[in-house]
């Protein structure tokens, strides 16, 4: 592996470890007594209906939107990349399509008026 490939994985890995303690932070905010808008207003951080590209699931979105364009360029030895890439970016309109109006439904149902706040 060359160094500047080695420096790449190292940011990949530094951001990767951020987003997770990130994740825990929010996921530990969710532990305990909390009121519907509270759950409501996290949720909309994570996927807002009104701004699907918003949000985490948005952003992660994003990045494996950009990850899939990258393996449709990456050469794999005479093998097709178009089979991986088409994957990355199936699981990135999976994000935006299924698990966001999900927790959208969710919400809906556990706070009503969450989506006036």
Do not use: W, Y
Request: charged share 25%.
């Amino acid at each position: 592996m060359v160094p500047t490939t080695r420096t790449r994985i190292d940011r990949v890995r530094a951001s990767a470890g951020i987003i997770q303690l990130a994740l825990q932070q929010i996921e530990d905010e969710l532990r305990g007594p909390f009121h519907a808008e509270f759950l409501a207003e996290t949720r909309r951080e994570l996927f807002d209906e009104a701004d699907p590209k918003g949000g985490v699931l948005g952003s992660l979105n994003q990045l494996l939107t950009t990850a899939s364009m990258a393996a449709a360029l990456t050469a794999l030895d005479g093998e097709d990349s178009e089979p991986a890439a088409c994957a990355i970016d199936e699981a990135a309109a999976f994000l935006l399509d299924s698990a966001g109006m999900r927790l959208h439904l969710a919400t809906s149902t556990l706070h009503p008026q969450g989506e006036r706040l």
